[in-house]
């Protein structure tokens, strides 16, 4: 198949590996350029310090469990950061590259950090609500003496495991926090991780990447023929020898179509 991709392997080909070697080290050159300049993200990583955990008399280890999930928590999050301005770093350095040129780049540096950060919002809100959920339910056995060690999503040792949803487990975090005011904006903002508007401005990609085929990061076709269920439709004669396709009410039927996804 001819085309800008074709083209554009053709003349890779044709280098030596020394020649290829070269020109991937300018590229990591300059991507360890703007990695050092103010242009990169400018965002500061989490602190590992933010709760005081002084205050209540815990019950068996519960601060250590809390610190420990929360410093796991950090460091997780760090490193979605960490990656996030690895990414951008290199955005800055393909805009040196004309089109064509951005290819094996993108190929050797970029891909997997971009797979990488786009998984994170769903990791991240998951493993959110597992650490809140553990250290709030710390919380409450350390400072209400009628509270039980029990959690509603607990399972007896002889019972087949289980793996909750999402929904279910947020909806058991959701219990806790409950027990304090600011526990909605706790909820809210948990809830905006993974979100539709995430989902939208990503294509959906950790659920395509995960379930399907995922969308390319930059030009390409995926899916070429793609196969959807809609809703029935018969051909209704409208006059003069013409038909139309109308849709048939609680009838569903297999519509395959060519065309794909352009990336």
Not at 41 to 48: K, M, Q, S, T
Not at 84 to 112: C, M, Q, S
Not at 226 to 234: D, K, M
């Amino acid at each position: 198949m001819d085309g800008p991709r074709s083209r554009q392997l053709q003349r890779f080909r044709t280098m030596t590996p020394e020649e290829y070697s070269a020109f991937l080290k300018k590229a990591f050159d300059s991507y360890l350029k703007v990695r050092q300049s103010t242009d990169c993200l400018d965002r500061n990583y989490l602190p590992f310090d933010a709760v005081e955990l002084d205050g209540p008399r815990w019950r068996a280890m519960g601060d250590v469990l809390i610190e420990d999930e929360l410093r796991a928590l950090t460091n997780n999050m760090n490193a979605w950061l960490g990656t996030l301005k690895r990414w951008h770093a290199w955005l800055i350095v393909a805009r040196e590259y004309a089109e064509d040129d951005r290819w094996e780049p993108a190929h050797e540096f970029l891909g997997t950090i971009a797979t990488y950060c786009l998984f994170q919002p769903s990791a991240i809100r998951d493993a959110f609500t597992f650490v809140v959920t553990n250290g709030l339910h710390q919380v409450c056995l350390a400072t209400d003496a009628g509270y039980e060690d029990r959690l509603p999503l607990d399972q007896a040792p002889w019972d087949k495991p289980t793996y909750p949803t999402r929904r279910k487990k947020e909806d058991q975090l959701a219990k806790i926090a409950g027990r304090w005011p600011e526990g909605n904006l706790l909820l809210a903002g948990l809830r905006q991780l993974d979100d539709k508007a995430t989902r939208d401005a990503t294509s959906d990609f950790r659920n395509r990447a995960s379930h399907s085929i995922a969308p390319h990061f930059s030009r390409g076709f995926t899916r070429m023929v793609t196969r959807s269920v809609v809703q029935a439709t018969r051909m209704e004669e409208c006059g003069g020898g013409y038909f139309n396709g109308v849709f048939v009410p609680g009838k569903v039927g297999v519509s395959y179509g060519f065309g794909g996804r352009g990336r």
